[in-house]
């Protein structure tokens, strides 16, 4: 079992930025993809970024919508992945959630991961 610990939303303007905060703890002993997605009011789950880790190293990868707004980093010492969102716009107004897949690849599809945080929300007003 995973448990994920979501923090760092808020209410805030247009321009702003955040950054999300998403520690697992748990079975974090061997290596596991960890993702961010975000669900707006009446929309599906979209996926934002994820990040897969090996102890030879690791790789971001990122829906082209946020690249250059959005950046995932990840702290393995500290079984956390954050995301630093800046030039937030009203079409950021979402709750975001931080995924789990332990077969620690690329996937974009939310059913495919295994565990979920409890979601964040972020409102960003004009």
């Known amino acids: 079992q995973v448990q994920l610990v979501e923090s760092g939303g808020g209410l805030l303007k247009a321009g702003d930025s955040l950054r999300l905060s998403c520690a697992a703890s748990?079975?974090?002993?061997?290596?596991?993809?960890m993702a961010w997605f975000r669900q707006a009011p009446g929309k599906e789950r979209e996926f934002v970024g994820t990040?897969?880790?090996?102890?030879?190293?690791?790789?971001?990868f990122y829906e082209d919508s946020v690249k250059g707004q959005f950046t995932i980093s990840r702290d393995i010492a500290k079984n956390t992945i954050y995301l630093q969102m800046n030039s937030l716009t009203p079409a950021d107004t979402a709750v975001y959630y931080c995924?789990?897949?332990?077969?620690?690849?690329?996937?974009?599809?939310?059913?495919?991961?295994?565990?979920w945080g409890q979601g964040n929300q972020v409102t960003v007003s004009s």
């Open positions: 995924e789990v897949n332990l077969t620690n690849d690329y996937r974009v599809a939310g059913h495919e991961y295994d565990y």
């Open positions: 748990g079975r974090t002993f061997s290596p596991y993809a």
């Open positions: 990040s897969t880790w090996s102890w030879s190293g690791g790789n971001i």
